[in-house]
């Protein structure tokens, strides 16, 4: 059975710094994997995929993840935060036909 | 067209009461999902359905009822729901199930639920 973890209920960083959101998957055949983002009170728009095509996505709004086989990893990054990045990440894993999500980042960003 | 419709943004419902929750996409998916997301937690799967035919039902108590009239409209029959329902119920809808490559979920903007 395949599973998710983030590390870390609650990031914050101050507007202008780099963020890292942190996603460790488990899964038993290569996966595919997902970035999700939520803001409040919304549905879930997705922010990048890795579908083996290439181990740095680069997804919407400046995010980028890279794919760690060895790690097992899946980190979320972006160079220079901004005030409406404020919201909910889940990191996501696809076997065959359903996602599996992780527990969820809430990103804080200051001013 | 991209988006996942879903109608209404809010319901609030008595125990005994039977409403429905609409989803709609115009993308040509073959594979629809209903999921149930508490507060502060991630989205939980219900159902799925493929091809108009419910493909999974993760035990969900049969007073969520499914229905998918046809590839794009799927429906959420709610009847005798407990307050513990209140939650955000949110629909996604995919190409299909396997033998699709990556199988990106496009996600609606949810329903919010209230059961008093």
């Known amino acids: 059975a395949q599973s998710v973890t983030q590390l870390g209920s609650h990031v914050s960083v101050s507007e202008g710094a780099l963020v890292l959101l942190r996603c460790n998957y488990s899964s038993s055949v290569p996966p595919y994997l997902f970035w999700y983002v939520q803001y409040p009170n919304q549905g879930l728009q997705l922010l990048l995929k890795?579908?083996?095509?290439?181990?740095l996505v680069k997804g919407i709004n400046g995010f980028e993840a890279e794919f760690k086989k060895s790690e097992t990893s899946f980190h979320l990054t972006k160079p220079s935060a901004h005030m409406s990045d404020a919201a909910e990440y889940f990191c996501?894993?696809?076997?065959?036909?359903?996602?599996?999500f992780g527990k969820g980042t809430m990103l804080l960003v200051s001013p | 067209d991209t988006e996942v419709t879903q109608t209404p943004k809010h319901l609030v419902m008595g125990m005994t009461n039977k409403k429905s929750l609409k989803c709609e996409q115009h993308m040509g998916h073959r594979a629809m999902y209903w999921y149930k997301q508490k507060a502060k937690k991630p989205p939980e799967l219900m159902f799925v359905y493929s091809y108009e035919k419910l493909s999974i039902n993760e035990s969900v108590p049969s007073r969520f009822s499914p229905e998918c009239p046809n590839s794009s409209l799927l429906n959420l029959h709610l009847h005798a729901l407990q307050p513990e329902d209140s939650a955000l119920y949110l629909c996604?809808?995919?190409?299909?199930?396997?033998?699709?490559?990556?199988?990106?979920?496009?996600f609606g903007p949810g329903t919010r639920l209230t059961v008093l």
């Open positions: 996501a894993v696809r076997v065959y036909s359903t996602l599996t």
């Open positions: 890795y579908t083996s095509a290439a181990t």
């Open positions: 996604a809808s995919s190409q299909g199930l396997a033998g699709v490559t990556y199988n990106e979920q496009f």
